[in-house]
């Protein structure tokens, strides 16, 4: 039964992971290539996610999560690996995660799967849902910084250089100014961009898909998983993103191939920026205290809401096509889903583990049972208490 509910907990994450997570890396790209086939644009992002996979499974030893699962301090044991198993309440995460994703709302999966998850596994060793808080502190202050990061770099490069091309985009739909056909070094560039961003956010959040699959996963597992993946990707793309698809195309010029290259290219920036870990090494170098340990899981979806975020404030510093009021609203509504997101994630770790039973605990206990009866049983003949025997009747 543990296989079933680690099968169903895999496929509930795939693909809620990447039916919400789809704003980040392919909304743009689905947006503005709303008018093609949709089995084309289908068949580059499993590719390129065939390749990345298959890449971090062969150079990790078997994870293909690329050790995000094994930081240090923060890592996330597999039930399996200390006689725990995986049973119907680890498949309420990636449940929630489900219905959260077709009502629109933005959720951060790295915080939602995985702080669940970790919940649980304390629980099952015995422990309190501090290492689960613990970790999801650390992902929060991370995803944050790279909120932060974000909303920055896309603050001051709109506002001091891409809004001149953003500029002529909104004058082009607007009638306002000469309609060219597009270069088709811009579909080129497009496309590249986007399968640049989708293998830096598959190195980031692989983990909150193969944290239900053993750390160390077979070739066979492996097929299985990206057959499955795939598959799933293909329903995502003929429904064209699903309702969550709103939170891209409310934004700024994001159906035209120019602004959604740009969008990708500065995404994959960030995620790159992070995936080296610059941050923790600069604070080792400095003997200072790392915030967080290499190789820690992070909201992406925070990163992404950041980068929007700041381009929606640097076109309208510039080009003034939205009011200011209109884009504060936009930005603290995305935000408050996202916040939405990281309450459902804390409640799961400290609601979830009151119904886990401490496996470990539970299986110490039946092992000395076990031994003092073999105890019993083998001690000799003379250690053993004598029968008591009955004097004859009168």
Request: one cysteine or more.
């Given at each position: 039964m543990s296989d079933i509910f680690m099968i169903l907990g895999f496929a509930l994450a795939?693909?809620?992971i990447v039916a919400n997570d789809s704003i980040q890396t392919l909304g743009t790209f689905l947006s503005s290539n709303s008018k093609r086939p949709w089995w084309t644009l289908w068949i580059w992002i499993s590719?390129?996610?065939?390749?990345?996979?298959?890449?971090?499974?062969?150079?990790?030893?078997?994870d293909p999560a690329f050790g995000r699962l094994a930081a240090a301090g923060k890592n996330i044991a597999h039930p399996k690996a200390f006689g725990g198993?995986?049973?119907?309440?680890?498949?309420?995460?990636?449940?929630?995660?489900?219905i959260l994703t077709r009502m629109g709302i933005p959720?951060?999966?790295?915080?939602?799967v995985l702080t669940g998850f970790k919940g649980l596994v304390a629980a099952q060793q015995g422990k309190t849902p501090k290492d689960a808080v613990d970790l999801f502190n650390s992902m929060m202050q991370k995803s944050l910084v790279g909120y932060a990061i974000a909303f920055a770099l896309g603050l001051a490069l709109y506002w001091l250089v891409i809004y001149l091309m953003e500029r002529k985009v909104a004058a082009e739909r607007d009638g306002e100014g000469p309609h060219n056909e597009l270069h088709p070094f811009w579909?080129?560039?497009?496309?590249?961009?986007?399968?640049?961003?989708?293998?830096?956010?598959l190195i980031q959040d692989l983990a909150n898909i193969f944290v239900y699959l053993p750390r160390e996963l077979s070739l066979v597992g492996l097929v299985c998983a990206l057959g499955g993946m795939v598959l799933l990707q293909g329903y995502l793309f003929r429904e064209k993103g699903g309702a969550i698809q709103r939170v891209v195309t409310t934004k700024t010029n994001t159906i035209d191939v120019r602004s959604a290259t740009f969008i990708d290219l500065l995404y994959g920036m960030v995620l790159l920026f992070f995936k080296v870990d610059y941050i923790p090494k600069l604070f080792a170098a400095m003997d200072m205290d790392v915030p967080w340990p290499e190789q820690m899981p992070m909201s992406t979806t925070w990163v992404f809401l950041g980068l929007l975020?700041?381009?929606?404030?640097?076109?309208?510093?510039?080009?003034?096509?939205?009011k200011k009021k209109k884009v504060s609203n936009m930005i603290f509504r995305d935000a408050g889903k996202a916040f939405l997101g990281s309450a459902v994630a804390v409640m799961l770790a400290l609601f979830l583990p009151t119904f886990i039973k401490p496996v470990v605990q539970a299986r110490v206990d039946a092992e000395a049972v076990t031994a003092e009866q073999v105890e019993q049983v083998s001690a000799p003949a003379t250690d053993r208490p004598?029968?008591?025997?009955?004097?004859?009747?009168?």
């Open positions: 795939a693909y809620a590719g390129i996610m065939v390749v990345t996979v298959s890449w971090g499974w062969i150079v990790n030893g078997g198993a995986i049973t119907w309440l680890f498949v309420i995460p990636p449940l929630c995660l489900v959720v951060s999966t790295s915080l939602l579909m080129i560039f497009q496309w590249g961009s986007t399968g640049f961003l989708w293998s830096m956010w975020a700041g381009r929606e404030v640097g076109i309208a510093l510039r080009l003034k096509l939205r004598l029968p008591e025997v009955l004097a004859p009747s009168e």
